[in-house]
T-cell receptor, first 115, second 114 residues
Framework: DAMVIQNPRYQVTQFGKPVTLSCSQT?????MYWYQQKSSQAPKLLFH???????NEADTPDNFQSRRPNTSFCFLDIRSPGLGDAAMYLC??????????????FGPGTRLTVL | AQSVTQPDIHITVSEGASLELRCNYS??????LFWYVQSPGQGLQLLLK??????LVQGIKGFEAEFKRSQSSFNLRKPSVHWSDAAEYFC????????????FGQGTRLTINP
C-alpha cells in the first residue's frame, strides 16, 4: 500500500549524460514536489506542480526540469548532470491550500551518483 | 526570509534517557511547524505538526513538541528514547502559498548509546 513511489531507488549516470527520475503517487494529491538533499544537508525544494501548473524555485538551476503528464506521475529530468548534482532526490505530495492543515507525504528517495 | 535553525548538529543520548531536540524559526506570520524523521537512505516520515490550538502537540512513536511563540521555538521531546530512534531529525516551517512549501532546518543526527 505504498503511497509515494520513486524509481529507481539508486541511479548511476555519467557526467553530462541526461537522466530521468520517476515519482508516482496513489493519493490523488494535487501537488507534487521535488527536493534535492545533498549529503548531511537539509532537503531543498527544487520545484512543485500544482495540478498542471509548474512552479520553479528561483535558485533552481536550468539544468533541472520536470514533467507531470497526469495526476499520478511526475518526472525529474537532469539534462547534463554534473558531479555537484549527486544527491538524494525526494518526491513528495500534498493536498492544496484549501486543505492547509494537511502535510506532505514523502517517497523513499532516489540516490543519484554521477561518475 | 523564512528560516529554521537547529542548533545541535549531533546529539548522543543513552537508551532510556530523555531527549530534547531544539528548533528555532524565523517567520513573519503564524507558522505551520513540522518535525520529520529520516532513517539512513530513506525518505522523510512526519512525526508531528503544529498549525494552531494547543501548543503541546503529540506525535507518533512517543514524541511531543511544544510551540513557544515568545521564543520562536518548537522543540521536540521524548521521555525515554529507544535504540530505534537513532536517525536524522528535521524541523521545518511550512509556507502556504497555493502549495505547501517546506523550509527545513539543517537537521540533528541522533545517536543512541546502548
Amino acid at each position: 500500500d505504498a503511497m509515494v513511489i520513486q524509481n529507481p531507488r539508486y541511479q548511476v549516470t555519467q557526467f553530462g549524460k541526461p537522466v530521468t527520475l520517476s515519482c508516482s503517487q496513489t493519493l490523488n494529491h494535487n501537488v507534487m514536489y521535488w527536493y534535492q538533499q545533498k549529503s548531511s544537508q537539509a532537503p531543498k525544494l527544487l520545484f512543485h506542480y500544482y495540478d498542471k501548473d509548474f512552479n520553479n524555485e528561483a535558485d533552481t538551476p536550468d539544468n533541472f526540469q520536470s514533467r507531470r503528464p497526469n495526476t499520478s506521475f511526475c518526472f525529474l529530468d537532469i539534462r547534463s548532470p554534473g558531479l555537484g548534482d549527486a544527491a538524494m532526490y525526494l518526491c513528495a505530495t500534498s493536498r492544496p491550500l484549501t486543505h492547509n492543515t494537511d502535510t506532505q507525504y514523502f517517497g523513499p528517495g532516489t540516490r543519484l551518483t554521477v561518475l | 526570509a523564512q528560516s529554521v535553525t537547529q542548533p545541535d548538529i549531533h546529539i548522543t543520548v543513552s537508551e532510556g534517557a530523555s531527549l530534547e531536540l531544539r528548533c528555532n524559526y524565523s517567520y513573519g506570520a503564524t507558522p505551520y511547524l513540522f518535525w520529520y524523521v529520516q532513517s539512513p537512505g530513506q525518505g522523510l516520515q512526519l512525526l508531528l505538526k503544529y498549525f494552531s490550538g494547543d501548543t503541546l502537540v503529540q506525535g507518533i512513536k512517543g514524541f511531543e513538541a511544544e510551540f513557544k511563540r515568545s521564543q520562536s521555538s518548537f522543540n521536540l521531546r521524548k521521555p525515554s528514547v529507544h535504540w530505534s530512534d537513532a536517525a536524522e531529525y528535521f524541523c521545518a516551517v511550512g509556507l502556504i502559498q497555493g502549495a505547501q512549501k517546506l523550509v527545513f532546518g539543517q537537521g540533528t543526527r541522533l545517536t543512541i548509546n546502548p
